[in-house]
C-alpha cells in the first residue's frame, strides 16, 4: 500500500473555518518540484516554505517550488547572518506535519517561533 500525503490537523483545522480550499492526494516526494509534477500543478503555482534562522529566531521564506533559495542574495538584504534550518528544529516546530513538510502560513502551527 502506497503512503499519501495527508494535511495537518491544526491547518485543516484553521482552513476548514476560513477558506475554500480542494486537498490533492499524493504519495510523499523529496521535494516541492516534484510534488508539483505529481499533483499534476505548474511549480510557479505551488508555494513551499523554507524555514530560515536569523538572529537566534526563526523566519519563513515562501517562494514558488520551482524557485530557489539564494541565502547570499538574503543574507545582503536582511543585513545579517541567514541559515537554513535542521531537519530536526523543522520537525520540532511544525510537530503534526510530515517530517520535511512546512507549512506556508505558519504561524498557526509553529510552536515556540518567534517572529
Known amino acids: 500500500m502506497e503512503a499519501i500525503m495527508t494535511i495537518a490537523p491544526t491547518l485543516q483545522k484553521y482552513l476548514d473555518q476560513n477558506i475554500t480550499y480542494e486537498v490533492i492526494p499524493h504519495e510523499p ?8 509534477e505529481v ?18 529566531g526563526y523566519l519563513l521564506a515562501v517562494l514558488p517550488a520551482s524557485h530557489h533559495i539564494q541565502l547570499p542574495e538574503l543574507r545582503t538584504q536582511l543585513g545579517g ?3 537554513l ?3 530536526e528544529e523543522i520537525t520540532h516546530l511544525f510537530a503534526d506535519c510530515a517530517p ?3 507549512p506556508v502560513d505558519w504561524h ?4 515556540g517561533c518567534h517572529y
Open 108 to 111: 498557526l502551527l509553529c510552536a
Open 100 to 102: 520535511g513538510a512546512v
Open 85 to 87: 534550518a535542521k531537519e
Open 81 to 83: 547572518d541567514v541559515s
Open 39 to 56: 499533483c499534476h500543478i505548474s511549480g510557479d503555482r505551488l508555494a513551499k516554505g523554507i524555514v530560515l534562522i536569523r538572529d537566534g
Open 29 to 36: 516526494t523529496m521535494s516541492s518540484m516534484r510534488t508539483a
